[in-house]
């Protein structure tokens, strides 16, 4: 994962210097749709009924697309699509399970431009997530099962995405938290949520 995390970065980098040079120094506070990409590692965990759980380190991949809805104030509307790791992993005395969830998600996001002057501005925003997981495993001592197998984790999740970016030109980084807000366990006893933090970089073009 770090030679994939160390790839995309680079590329980031190269692509957010090519466009400084070659778009002219538009921000996102002054057009009205821009494009992103975004690369980021998330601490991803699960709250309810989990047990003692300790947080999963994961990555995160994504391609994002915006508009800006009032001439008169910065608000802008954003949405892409993402690919998270998310999971956790206990151990107990003797026994030991990790469980690794991986999604593809799609935010709606609502976003509010402060001009600091000089190509710079701060985002934060607010909005919904709803995620479809593709895949993942359960291991434990003695077994290595999929994680979305009968009586496990629902591939359907959602909840609310809480952060704030920062943009320079055309290069950007946010932090923030993902709230799980429906129960992703199959068991109907049960109830588990995905909440993660994460941080990413990338650009706005």
Request: net charge negative; charged share 15%; with cysteine.
């Amino acid at each position: 994962m770090k030679r994939l995390f160390t790839f995309f970065a680079a590329a980031i980098m190269s692509v957010a210097s090519y466009a400084q040079y070659n778009t002219g120094d538009i921000s996102i506070q002054e057009s009205n749709f821009y494009f992103g990409a975004r690369l980021g590692i998330d601490f991803a965990h699960l709250s309810g009924d989990i047990g003692s759980a300790c947080s999963r380190t994961g990555l995160t991949l994504g391609a994002i697309a915006g508009v800006r809805i009032s001439e008169q104030t910065p608000i802008c509307i954003e949405s892409g699509i993402y690919y998270t790791e998310r999971g956790t992993h206990r151990n107990v005395e003797d026994y030991k399970e990790k469980i690794n969830l991986s999604y593809l998600e799609l935010p709606v996001l609502i976003k509010y431009g402060f001009d600091l002057g000089h190509d710079m501005a701060i985002l934060p925003y607010v909005g919904p997530y709803f995620s479809l997981g593709v895949g993942g495993r359960i291991k434990d001592n003695v077994s290595n099962v999929s994680a979305f197998s009968d009586n496990k984790f629902n591939r359907f999740d959602m909840g609310m995405k809480f952060g704030c970016g920062f943009e320079y030109n055309h290069l950007y980084i946010e932090a923030g938290y993902q709230l799980g807000i429906a129960n992703i366990a199959k068991e109907s006893l049960s109830t588990i949520h995905g909440n993660a933090w994460f941080i990413n970089i990338g650009f706005n073009i």
